[in-house]
């Protein structure tokens, strides 16, 4: 029987790669990567693969069951550019923002299904795949909460592909992100001195926001950050119009609580301090932390991933805390894994980039995985 670590279908994932990643796919924005992958999937036997209002790519193999273990991994990238990212194989390494995260992990899944229609593959177990949607940022998880919101009650597992093969995530970190937009009568820096800046206004936001001293709680880590800040006419204009991004988060729900608490406090009392002015605060991102997860079942599926990880990476794999796709799963108690199946660095940056070889490594633990729980 064929090997799916064979070289034809490393030269697969490697041409699927690069074919995805000269197709732009901002979070949002991931249409034409999910009609190329519908289309492929038609072309090579899945004809019940469809898109659904997300922009999820979706399809799945049926067993002897009704309830899915779901493989998935996202479609969409960190990057806003609507024309196609460079892209270079310099023989070792391919270089191109995106590339890791998460677009050869998507290639890899479509490669694998190639090799399960070649080798006609019969589950035992129901499959289903995904490749997602707004996994990134701003996108806060939307396709992943439409797939959950359609099949939470068939499915009992869920692993996602992404990220670098020494490491697994099992435990999602929680985060709240605002917008936060301030309106202003502004003026004439000279002829309206005195007027309130919107800038200044955000500005002093800021500074109270860094001033929150994070909870402290043992085995927990919480953090936050202001992320952008824009706004303003010119350098002689007092800026009527200003808004940031920011955000908080933690692995643990509690400090997640204190942290919101923290958060708005400090939204009021800008508020009260400016009564001149108009401040809006929008929640943009919402991601949930932790629910209640069976802890047995969750270390014994952890367990069994890391062995595989290990097995073909040869390297220590440690276990995690991150915002995945996970969350949504974790959230409502459905065990998950965000696997590693890769080598990169340069993640969520333009000098972002892959070692060739890695994906090696990374087909062997996607069979592996998929054959432990589809038969």
């Known amino acids: 029987m064929k090997s799916f670590a064979s070289q034809e279908y490393y030269d697969l994932t490697l041409k699927l790669t690069e074919e995805l990643c000269k197709i732009p796919a901002p979070s949002g924005l991931e249409d034409k990567r999910a009609e190329y992958i519908k289309n492929y999937l038609y072309d090579i036997g899945y004809k019940n693969a469809y898109i659904d209002s997300a922009k999820n790519v979706i399809w799945d193999i049926k067993g002897n069951n009704n309830t899915y273990s779901l493989f998935m991994a996202h479609t969409d990238t960190v990057f806003p550019d609507l024309e196609p990212l460079p892209y270079i194989d310099d023989g070792e390494l391919i270089k191109c923002p995106g590339v890791c995260d998460d677009t050869v992990c998507v290639a890899m899944i479509l490669a694998f299904c190639k090799y399960l229609k070649d080798i006609d593959f019969k589950a035992e ?202 969350n949504i799963p974790h959230s409502m108690g459905i065990p998950a894994i965000c696997v590693g199946v890769y080598k990169g660095a340069g993640v969520h940056t333009r000098e972002e980039y892959l070692v060739k070889e890695s994906i090696k490594i990374g087909l062997n633990v996607l069979n592996d995985l998929f054959y432990s729980v589809s038969k």
């Open 125 to 326: 177990k129901s499959v289903l795949f995904s490749a997602n949607a707004c996994e990134e940022g701003l996108g806060d998880l939307k396709g992943c909460k439409q797939i959950f919101k359609d099949f939470a009650s068939k499915i009992d597992v869920m692993f996602t592909l992404d990220g670098g093969y020494n490491h697994i995530v099992n435990k999602s970190v929680g985060s709240h992100r605002y917008k936060v937009t301030c309106q202003t009568k502004g003026g004439h820096s000279y002829g309206a001195f005195g007027r309130t800046n919107a800038i200044a206004v955000l500005s002093n936001l800021v500074n109270e926001i860094y001033k929150i001293k994070v909870p402290q709680k043992e085995g927990a880590k919480t953090t936050y950050n202001v992320g952008m800040i824009s706004g303003g006419t010119s350098v002689n204009t007092i800026a009527q119009s200003a808004e940031l991004l920011c955000e908080y988060r933690s692995d643990d729900n509690e400090c997640l609580n204190i942290m919101k608490e923290k958060f708005n406090l400090i939204f009021e009392q800008v508020k009260n301090d400016y009564p001149d002015v108009t401040i809006d605060i929008e929640l943009v991102g919402n991601r949930p932390g932790m629910g209640n997860v069976d802890k047995e079942k969750l270390d014994k599926l952890s367990k069994m991933v890391v062995e595989i990880q290990e097995k073909h990476a040869k390297t220590e794999v440690k276990e995690s805390s991150g915002s995945t796709d996970c």
